[in-house]
């Protein structure tokens, strides 16, 4: 599979895995749900962080750059699939954006 390929499936899979994770801390918190709902929500987030360590960039910070433009589209279709409100025009267009940013700082030409 192509490195650029692999590394969004990457970032996808960590994205989901966070904002399930924290997701299940805002439904004990804000949303009045047990506070069993937090186990589920710490295995996700150490999933999370696991899944980061995956991605191809030799530092950490231009991992977590590159992944933030990812967790933004996928905050949009969670926003979407699982609250119920759908993206407007501009949450498209910022998602849009982000992702392509997030292939920039992953592919761009640099000496080792």
């Known amino acids: 599979m192509p490195v650029l390929a692999n590394t969004y499936l990457t970032f996808a899979a960590a ?24 186990l589920p929500g710490i295995v996700s987030l150490v999933v999370f962080a696991w899944l980061l360590t995956l991605a191809p960039a030799g530092y950490a910070g231009r991992s977590y750059a590159a992944y933030g433009g990812i967790y933004i589209a996928a905050s949009l279709v969670w926003l979407w699939m699982a609250e119920g409100q759908r993206p407007d025009s501009w ?16 592919l761009a030409p640099r000496s080792a």
């Open 15 to 38: 994205a989901v895995a966070e904002i399930a994770g924290c997701f299940a801390f805002w439904a004990w918190l804000r949303g009045g749900q047990s506070v069993w709902w937090v």
């Open 91 to 106: 949450d498209l267009a910022g998602g849009a954006l982000a992702i392509v940013a997030a292939g920039i700082i992953i």
